[in-house]
């Protein structure tokens, strides 16, 4: 069907597919969901293609039941540490000055931008215009019909591995689905939780999930700067099963119901009855232990955050903060934490504007999920009006694959 949108959100905790309708507003109405514990993923990247593609075809069953349309095409997300960026410029010569900028000059001003040494085995996901200059004119976001005689664009290029871009799709091709195109999980995200103001001053983005933590530097309406980081959500769950000496399922229940990123909120009397290992079926733990051990690794991510951002040199450009998602978002206490450690705004940020089916989604952890959609429909809008010009047809999709995933 024309008017749908089906995004996979294919993370190492769970995988989300959501399918949503294209309406007259600019939110899609969600109309099916379909979440499942994922399978043969680990920190972002699969390792079983056989156990993967089971999972997301067990999300997307659930989802066409719900909506009662069969999926034919998605958005996927991608993450991993295989993945890179890079800021790039490309310079051109307008090829018709008095006419003005052309769609090709863009094309051709991309296409120098990403000629850059890659190495052979990673593949350009996506080439992202950060902003263009025309004649010396800096700040351009839209060169389009603006005369002068050199066009210059800044981009940042994300990079992935060929052979986990390659897994995955096969994943998805296992199931006949057309993949319209691969997304980085911060930019799916990004499409979600960030208001424009944000995106304008200038922004972190923190999708916090199970295996990876996955960044995006939002500056002047564009991301400058993209790394995904090989800890997350399974990390803090793993340090209380081996502090608490409790099975992964326990302290994994645990860490939602009762952890919290402050301990010294936490009343020394009070305790927790947790599963145990050995003869003994269950134990008393202070809950204020259980914060300690939380404490400990949540402030070490976001040290790993911090270090990152100073790393990319924008750390004086950031004055909306940092904004964080992703299931581990939820935790209690996080964003006190996070403002201790980062010394900076810290809120939390969740999927807005829902339409439809929204009960589930509403939640940190389904940023990409929603995102997803609305990268999506974004795609969507800008091939929709110019389909019907005999003759650029071809050329105008040809320029704004450039921006897509491959």
């Known amino acids: 069907m024309d008017n749908i949108i089906v995004g996979i959100d294919l993370g190492t905790t769970k995988v989300c597919t959501v399918i949503g309708q294209m309406t007259s507003g600019l939110m899609p109405r969600i109309i099916g969901v379909g979440v499942v514990p994922s399978r043969g993923m680990r920190k972002g990247m699969i390792v079983n293609v056989h156990e993967a593609t089971e999972a997301v075809a067990r999300s997307m069953e659930k989802a066409e039941r719900t909506a009662g349309v069969q999926v034919e095409r998605a958005y996927v997300s991608i993450s991993g540490e295989h993945i890179s960026g890079v800021n790039s410029r490309g310079v051109v010569a307008i090829s018709r000055g008095e006419r003005g900028v052309v769609v090709g000059d863009i094309e051709r001003a991309l296409d120098s931008a990403q000629a850059i040494a890659i190495p052979h085995n990673q593949e350009v996901l996506h080439i992202i215009p950060r902003n263009y200059s025309v004649d010396g004119q800096d700040g351009i976001r839209e060169p389009l019909g603006m005369h002068g005689f050199r066009l210059e664009v800044e981009a940042h290029i994300i990079t992935g591995a060929s052979s986990a871009i390659q897994n995955l799709t096969k994943c998805i091709e296992a199931l006949n689905i057309d993949l319209d195109g691969l997304v980085l999980n911060p930019l799916a995200s990004g499409e979600t939780v960030l208001t424009d103001t944000e995106r304008e001053m200038g922004v972190v983005l923190a999708d916090i999930g199970g295996g990876t933590t996955d960044i995006g530097i939002f500056i002047e309406g564009s991301v400058w700067h993209t790394v995904i980081l090989p800890m997350g959500g399974h990390h803090l769950t793993n340090d209380i099963a081996v502090g608490l000496r409790a099975p992964y399922a326990a302290a994994e229940e645990i860490k939602k119901t009762y952890g919290h990123a402050r301990p010294d909120t936490i009343l020394q009397d009070e305790v927790l009855d947790v599963a145990a290992f050995g003869e003994q079926a269950r134990q008393q733990v202070p809950r204020k232990l259980l914060a300690e051990i939380v404490e400990a690794r949540t402030e070490e991510i976001f040290d790993l955050i911090l270090k990152e951002v100073k790393r990319s040199g924008y750390d004086g450009l950031l004055p909306a903060g940092l904004v964080i998602c992703g299931g581990t978002a ?17 809120r ?40 019907s010009r005999p003759g650029t047809t071809q050329k105008i999709i040809q320029w704004l694959r450039a921006f897509l995933p491959r």
């Open 330 to 346: 939820s935790l209690s206490g996080i964003q006190e934490l996070g403002r201790e450690v980062m010394g900076m705004p810290v």
């Open 348 to 387: 939390v940020g969740a999927p807005r504007g829902l339409r439809g089916l929204v009960d589930v989604l509403n939640d940190p952890a389904y940023a990409t999920s929603v995102g997803l959609l609305l990268w999506g429909l974004r795609q969507e809008s800008a091939l929709r009006p110019r389909r």
